[in-house]
């Protein structure tokens, strides 16, 4: 039997939920508790042919909670979701036994506000920070900021995440919640918010009065959406010191 890495722990599925037909989060349990601050991500994967298959995921929960969450998107010719998108409760994984990354909330600019801008998938570190801070505030512990979060979909129905944060929102007046379906016409019941994130940003930016003052912007996901989100801040005159960005693959260079 191969050795697993020193590196790498197991863990076991304890649920599963299923959003749509290729979007899905897993809880799962580590053999040691995993440490990591919200916003930072891990790497899990799988045995196969004598070594592990793996990839990096946002942690979705909060370093709060005993059980470690992930969301994942199908990616149909992909190496390693295949082999998750099967996973179910009692199923192992292997996952890094330290978390990594600096997509964490801004505690040393002084800013008071935080704009959390995601598309799909890319609300996974954002519901890690939402989570940690709606925990501490109901222990008496309010976070002295405020949190914008606006994620775009193509659909109401990617929003995996949405009646968590809308119920979140309405409970906790330092957040705020706005999801944005790119394509309504295939989406006849939604009745908020129209457009990519890049059409209402300027919007939510006014409406909110989110200054490059008081602000530190947080942009995840599609990497064009956040190429674009960076230049409509550029435009507001944020700096680049105050715009942090996780992409969660590199679009691929077209050769002429």
């Known amino acids: 039997m191969a050795v697993i890495s020193e590196k790498h722990q197991k863990v076991k599925v304890v649920s599963r939920r299923d959003h749509a037909k290729d979007l899905w989060s897993l809880r799962v349990q580590p053999e040691t508790q995993l440490s990591f601050k919200p916003g930072q991500y891990t790497t899990l994967g799988v045995r196969e042919n004598g070594k592990i298959i793996e990839r990096a995921f946002s942690i979705v929960s909060s ?20 082999h998750i998108y099967y996973a179910k409760e009692g199923s192992e994984l292997l996952m890094r036994r330290q978390a990594k990354g600096l997509f964490t909330l801004d505690t ?22 939402v989570r940690t801070a709606a925990r501490k505030a109901n222990q008496g512990q309010p976070p002295g900021y405020r949190m914008v979060l606006i994620q775009s979909a193509s659909r ?87 715009v942090r960005e996780e992409g969660y693959w590199v679009p691929k260079k077209s050769h002429k």
Not at 115 to 124: D, E, S, W, Y
């Open 63 to 82: 370093p709060l909670e005993n059980e470690v969450e992930f969301f994942f998107e199908l990616v149909p010719h992909g190496e390693l979701t295949p």
């Open 108 to 129: 040393e600019s002084g800013h008071r506000q935080h704009l959390l801008v995601a598309t799909v998938t890319g609300v996974a570190p954002y519901v890690s920070m």
């Open 156 to 242: 109401s129905w990617e929003f995996a995440y949405r009646e968590e944060l809308q119920a979140l929102a309405e409970q906790h007046a330092w957040l705020e919640y706005v999801p944005t379906v790119s394509r309504p016409w295939e989406d006849a019941e939604w009745t908020g918010e129209v457009g990519r994130v890049e059409d209402v940003l300027r919007k939510y930016l006014d409406s909110f009065g989110l200054t490059p003052e008081t602000t530190t912007a947080y942009v995840c996901g599609h990497p064009q959406m956040i190429e674009n989100t960076k230049g409509i801040l550029a435009r507001r005159g944020f700096s680049k010191e105050s």
